[in-house]
Every structure is written in C-alpha cells, then in structure tokens.
C-alpha cells in the first residue's frame, strides 16, 4: 500500500473538475472501496488521519475536494443538494471506469457532506453499498430557521481573509486542545495561503451560501424510508444540552424509519469527530465493515 496519498483530478459532467486523494489502490487493498466526502467550507485533507487508518486496515481510500472547495474548481452554480449528489455520482462512474473494484464503495460524509451521502444513498443506491453519514445526515436547517434570510444571517461564516497563518493557526490549535498536528493541518488546507503570509478561504462567500441554501432546502426525513442501504450514523455530542437532546430525537426517527440504520455515538466529542479521534473513528467504520453490517 501507498505510504502517502496521490492526488488528481476526475472532471465532472459540466467540465468541474475535482480533486481527488488516494491513499490506497484497490489493486493494493483486501478490503473495500471507500470514498470520504468532507463538509461545508472543509477539504479533502481534514480526512487525513482516518483515511490513513482506513488504509492501514486493508481499504482502498479517496477523498474528495468538492466543488468550491480546496483546490477543486470553483464554479458558480451546481450547489443545490441534488446537484451535488449528481457530482458524486459522477466521481462514482469515473472510478469505476478505472477498475470495476470501485464499483459499490462504501461513502462517507461529514456534516454536509452527511446530508449528501444521505441523497447519494436515495438517488443512486444501487451504485453504493451503504453509507456512513458523521455528525450529519440529519441536518435540516429550515426546522431551526424557518426563513432562509434568517438562516443565512445567522450561519454565514465569519470573514477571515486577511488574517495571518500563523494567527489563524494558533487560534485552530487553541480551539481543539486534543487534536493531533495532522488534524490541524487539514483545518489549515481550507485557506489558501497568500506571499504575504495572509490566507483567504478556498470556498468564497457567495459559493458559501449557495451550499449553505442547498442545505436549507434539504429534508433527509423525507427520504429514510425510501432508502435501501445500510446507513450508520456516528453523531458527536457534547453532554444533554438542547442540541444534542434534538440530534438523539432525529436519528430516533431516522433508524425506525430507515430498512438499515444505526447509530454509535461519540461522546463528548467535536463536530469534526473523525479528525479529532482518527483511530476510534476508523475502528468503527472498519468494525461494521467486518461485522457485515454493509454486506
């Protein structure tokens, strides 16, 4: 197996073209295909300590810049949550179309990225064997903001370009006390990083909130009981406060009404749980691979 990740690019049907990380081929890899999808104004690299896990415990791993995103293509339209599925499909039949092994991977999203595997899994789930949908999958933001203009207002991200590296680094590295340097330096891959050793986020404002009203507009609740592969979710929380009592409620909801789900819970733990606690994480996903839970 690789012992560090290549990276290329797979062009889209509308000319996009998004870059990709593999860390493993499947010629190298005993076990399965896996495919790591990143959320909003995140990038492939954040994924890296699980995807090297992944690895080392025998599956072929890509990750994902989407578009918008990192050093993918950043066109102006193509944001809504099904057009984002179609990209995912797309990447699907490019990787096929290298070796028929990645035919049926296993896909992986965080937060956004959650919501999106969970519409891969209702669009195209013939072409998966299941999903895994961290911290997300769940998400439906116009429950909490019933206008989108209040959802925009409140959830736009703060302005950052400008800042010194090294200041938005300490303030990464302030912020997460427990992540390994790995993790923040996946964090640090979603700015670009100017002469003047100033950053500016890869994912601009304006495709900002075209992801963000993408993900307004989507209800995963309407579309559980229509989805056949097996779902595993794996939702951070950070005690029994008002959020996360609302996060157990709906995937309640969401394994009762799915024909495969289930849930393990990463307790406390942050939102991006997968760079806090690599290992664990993988070790999960890799025990109900093994398990036959996507079997």
Not at 173 to 182: F, L, M, N, Q, T
């Amino acid at each position: 197996m690789t012992s560090e990740p290549t990276s290329s690019h797979i062009q889209l049907r509308d000319g996009t073209r998004v870059r990709f990380i593999e860390w493993a081929s499947v010629n190298e890899s005993p076990g399965i295909p896996i495919l790591l999808i990143h959320g909003l104004a995140s990038n492939a690299r954040l994924w890296d300590g699980p995807a090297r896990c992944l690895t080392q415990m025998g599956h072929a791993v890509i990750a994902i810049d989407q578009r918008g995103h990192g050093l993918s293509d950043k066109p102006d339209s193509g944001y809504g949550m099904s057009d984002i599925a179609a990209d995912v499909a797309d990447i699907l039949t490019a990787l096929e179309s290298r070796h028929r092994k990645w035919a049926r991977p296993l896909i992986v999203g965080q937060s956004w990225g959650g919501n999106v595997v969970i519409e891969v899994a209702h669009q195209f789930g013939d072409r998966i064997r299941g999903v895994v949908a961290v911290d997300g999958g769940t998400i439906e933001l116009s429950e909490a903001f019933p206008e989108w203009e209040e959802c925009k207002r409140t959830l736009s991200p703060p302005a950052l370009a400008g800042m010194s590296y090294a200041k938005l680094r300490s303030y990464i590295r302030g912020a997460h006390h427990d992540w390994s340097e790995e993790a923040i330096d996946g964090q640090m891959y979603n700015f670009e990083r100017l002469p003047d050793d100033t950053i500016r986020p890869y994912l601009t404002l304006d495709r900002h909130l075209k992801v963000l009203l993408g993900l307004w507009e989507h209800k995963p609740s309407s579309l559980w009981a229509e989805i056949d592969v097996p779902v595993l979710f794996t939702p951070a929380s950070r005690g029994n406060d008002e959020h996360t009592t609302t996060k157990r409620a709906q995937l309640q909801l969401a394994v009762s009404t799915l024909a495969h789900g289930k849930v393990e819970w990463f307790e406390p733990a942050d939102h991006d749980l997968h760079a806090q606690f690599p290992d664990r994480f993988a070790a999960v996903v890799n025990d109900a691979i093994t398990s036959g839970f996507f079997s």
